[in-house]
């Protein structure tokens, strides 16, 4: 069975903090992909990140990150410096082979002034 | 990238109607999907829309309750049949490039209340 696990149900930091969402995924594939998307209180969805299962090398953009790391099936986004603008849900993502994804509950960020 | 539209993006419907909505994508794509977003809930597959053919639906979700229709590559519609207020939800669109790129675009979404 594919599942996506965000056990986090809500984040609260202050403003400046780092913080470091988690999402553990389970999949007998070899080949799949990962996904993050963000959706703030306006409600739509916004692409963060895309990764395949053969790179495993972090990424950074900007004050975002993700560590890929099959070893522990876990794919996690860390924010760093958090912004008030941060404040949203986000979701971690595994796409099954024939496209479709399957969605974790989603993480509820705040960050406060 | 694709770029999604929904009409209508919200609804206020009274129960035992029914509502269409349109999902143009300005692109043609192979792949396109609809999800359901319960209040505060994640994500859930509805169905795939399939150009020329049946929709294909996920567990849970049948063709009377929620007719999908796709007669081009660019356009499908969704209607939630004979509402109760348990449907209200975000309804979205999807599309998905396919490989290599693999990406995956989101229309922005109907809010539908049921009364």
């Known amino acids: 069975a594919q599942k996506v696990t965000q056990a986090q149900t809500e984040i609260s930091v202050v403003e400046k903090e780092d913080v470091t969402l988690d999402c553990v995924y389970e999949?007998?594939?070899?080949?799949?992909?990962l996904f993050w998307y963000k959706q703030p209180p306006s409600g739509e969805l916004v692409f963060l990140i895309r990764?395949?299962?053969?790179d495993e090398q972090n990424e950074i953009s900007g004050r975002y990150s993700w560590n890929f790391q099959k070893s522990t099936s876990s794919f996690n986004f860390t924010i760093t410096a958090s912004q008030v603008v941060d404040s949203a849900v986000y979701f971690c993502?595994?796409?099954?082979?024939?496209?479709?994804?399957?969605w974790g509950a989603g993480t509820k960020l705040i960050i406060k002034p | 990238s694709a770029v999604i539209s929904q009409k209508p993006s919200r609804d206020i419907c009274q129960r035992g109607t029914s509502l269409t909505i349109q999902c143009q994508v300005d692109?043609?794509?192979?792949?396109m999907f609809w999800y359901r977003q319960q209040p505060g809930q994640s994500l859930t597959l509805i169905a795939t829309?399939?150009?020329?053919?049946?929709?294909?639906?996920e567990s849970g979700f049948v063709i009377d309750k929620f007719p999908i229709s796709r007669p081009n590559l660019t356009f499908s519609t969704l209607t939630v049949s004979n509402m109760s207020p348990e449907d209200s939800s975000i309804y979205l669109c999807?599309?998905?490039?396919?490989?290599?790129?693999?990406?995956?675009?989101f229309g922005p979404g109907t809010r539908l209340t049921v009364l």
């Open positions: 999807s599309v998905a490039s396919g490989r290599p790129d693999n990406e995956q675009f």
């Open positions: 990764r395949n299962s053969f």
């Open positions: 829309a399939n150009q020329g053919s049946e929709a294909t639906y």
């Open positions: 999949t007998r594939d070899t080949t799949y992909y």
């Open positions: 993502a595994l796409e099954r082979s024939n496209y479709q994804l399957i």
């Open positions: 692109s043609q794509v192979t792949m």
